[in-house]
């Protein structure tokens, strides 16, 4: 058995794979779906953009349920501060999920146009509004979330939902929506047949491409000058218990950029958010669609990785209390807990893994008109 400090650090890097599988496998669908009314200008070039996503998406999810679960089991701490402290937030990203089985299911149940059209948008709205709050979502843990712990460990969050909306957390959610919109304009041009759709996807996935490569950089110079960062004072004992309230922490700006000065291997992390997104504009604009989709990927994976190195080991510090912000090595459940849950992980995630390989191996091909007006399968 791994003794509790290692167990921690395994978790931690857990649900940075779970986070990175989310944005990899559902980030393309909510990209699709953010595209949908603009790629697609009439009925059946729109059935080819939802058919491209339609085999995969409900398994793409398992990606959000398996990080929401790892929170809930492996940082008790985290889960109670963040779920409670950003519910508006969480019931506007649910509302807006819910749209998208609702608006998949429905659509193609009548064939009035203006009944489709209102399912096109809905699931656009299901496709943006969800890239936009993860992104701002993260802007705000980066900038720290305005909660407190009382002597009992007991939580009290004092912000409001538009006070999540600040400007550096706007930026975070476009960076999040362009990031996620080139990875769903890249799977577009490998699974939709070469046509209007295949290049207006081009078009778009060119534009946030470039918007990426753009927000990103911004976003380095926010954090560097923009006086966002936390620093712990002192020592903390890795293997301690799990009382936040014994973590000395301040804030300082530019401190989220220590990790790379002193680990210097780790910016290789924001040089594949870059050099990803370099690669997918290149394999957009020369009709390069691997090079296109492995550049988004290699993009999102650089750029979500960036996020959670720079703020290693803190998951959510606090902006009102730093005192009370929340570590790897002070937020996590019990030993016991942290080993039973690696055991089951370690048996059951090559499984979906296999899974969504032989899944995606199954249905892999490119969506045709032909396929839309034929295959009784289809939505």
Same mark, same amino acid.
């Given at each position: 058995?791994?003794?509790?400090?290692?167990?921690?650090?395994?978790?931690?890097?857990?649900?940075?794979?779970?986070?990175?599988?989310?944005?990899?496998?559902?980030?393309?669908?909510?990209?699709?779906?953010?595209?949908?009314?603009?790629?697609?200008?009439?009925?059946?070039?729109?059935?080819?953009?939802?058919?491209?996503?339609?085999?995969?998406?409900?398994?793409?999810?398992?990606?959000?349920?398996?990080?929401?679960?790892?929170?809930?089991?492996?940082? #008790?701490?985290?889960?109670?501060?963040?779920?409670?402290?950003?519910?508006?937030?969480?019931?506007?990203?649910?509302?807006?999920?819910?749209?998208?089985?609702?608006?998949?299911?429905?659509?193609?149940?009548?064939?009035?146009?203006?009944?489709?059209?209102?399912?096109?948008?809905?699931?656009?709205?299901?496709?943006?509004?969800?890239?936009?709050?993860?992104?701002?979502?993260?802007?705000?843990?980066?900038?720290? $979330?305005?909660?407190?712990?009382?002597?009992?460990?007991?939580?009290?969050?004092?912000?409001?939902?538009?006070?999540?909306?600040?400007?550096?957390?706007?930026?975070?959610?476009?960076?999040?929506?362009?990031?996620?919109?080139?990875?769903?304009? $890249?799977?577009?041009?490998?699974?939709?047949?070469?046509?209007?759709?295949?290049?207006?996807?081009?078009?778009?996935?060119?534009? $946030?491409?470039?918007?990426?490569?753009?927000?990103?950089?911004?976003?380095?110079?926010?954090?560097?000058?923009?006086?966002?960062?936390?620093?712990?004072?002192?020592?903390?004992?890795?293997?301690?218990?799990?009382?936040?309230?014994?973590?000395?922490?301040?804030?300082?700006?530019?401190?989220?950029?220590?990790?790379?000065?002193?680990?210097?291997?780790?910016?290789?992390? #924001?040089?594949?958010?870059?050099?990803?997104?370099?690669?997918?504009?290149?394999?957009?604009?020369?009709?390069?669609?691997?090079?296109?989709?492995?550049?988004?990927?290699?993009?999102?994976?650089?750029?979500?990785?960036?996020?959670?190195?720079?703020?290693?080991?803190?998951?959510?510090?606090?902006?009102?209390?730093?005192?009370?912000?929340?570590?790897?090595?002070?937020?996590?459940?019990?030993?016991?807990?942290?080993?039973?849950?690696?055991?089951?992980? $370690?048996?059951?995630?090559?499984?979906?893994?296999?899974?969504?390989?032989?899944?995606?191996?199954?249905?892999?091909?490119?969506?045709?008109?032909?396929?839309?007006?034929?295959?009784?399968?289809?939505?």
């Amino acid at each position: 058995m791994f003794d509790y400090e290692i167990l921690r650090l395994i978790w931690w890097a857990l649900l940075g794979v779970l986070l990175i599988g989310f944005a990899l496998t559902d980030g393309f669908d909510l990209g699709v779906a953010a595209l949908l009314p603009f790629v697609a200008r009439n009925d059946p070039e729109r059935r080819m953009v939802i058919n491209a996503i339609g085999p995969t998406w409900e398994g793409n999810q398992v990606w959000f349920i398996l990080g929401g679960g790892a929170i809930f089991a492996a940082w #008790p701490f985290v889960y109670a501060v963040s779920f409670s402290g950003f519910y508006l937030a969480m019931f506007l990203v649910l509302a807006a999920l819910i749209l998208r089985p609702v608006g998949f299911k429905y659509r193609s149940k009548r064939p009035d146009p203006a009944w489709r059209a209102r399912w096109d948008w809905a699931l656009f709205v299901g496709g943006f509004v969800p890239a936009l709050v993860f992104g701002v979502a993260v802007g705000n843990v980066l900038l720290g $979330a305005p909660f407190r712990l009382d002597g009992d460990l007991r939580s009290f969050y004092e912000g409001s939902l538009l006070g999540l909306f600040t400007p550096f957390a706007l930026l975070c959610g476009l960076l999040s929506v362009t990031m996620l919109v080139l990875h769903g304009a $890249a799977w577009l041009t490998i699974k939709v047949e070469h046509g209007p759709v295949h290049d207006r996807a081009r078009a778009f996935g060119t534009v $946030a491409a470039i918007a990426s490569i753009m927000l990103f950089a911004i976003g380095f110079v926010f954090v560097r000058w923009g006086g966002i960062g936390y620093r712990i004072v002192g020592t903390v004992d890795p293997a301690g218990p799990s009382n936040p309230l014994r973590t000395t922490v301040e804030q300082v700006g530019g401190a989220w950029l220590d990790n790379f000065a002193a680990h210097p291997w780790m910016m290789v992390l #924001p040089v594949l958010g870059f050099v990803g997104a370099g690669l997918a504009l290149l394999g957009i604009r020369s009709g390069r669609e691997a090079l296109a989709f492995s550049g988004s990927s290699v993009s999102t994976v650089g750029i979500v990785a960036t996020v959670g190195c720079s703020m290693f080991p803190f998951i959510l510090p606090s902006s009102i209390d730093a005192h009370s912000s929340l570590l790897v090595w002070n937020a996590s459940s019990t030993h016991k807990t942290l080993g039973l849950m690696l055991f089951v992980t $370690a048996v059951l995630l090559p499984i979906v893994l296999a899974y969504t390989a032989w899944a995606y191996k199954v249905m892999f091909g490119r969506v045709t008109a032909e396929d839309v007006r034929t295959n009784p399968d289809f939505y």
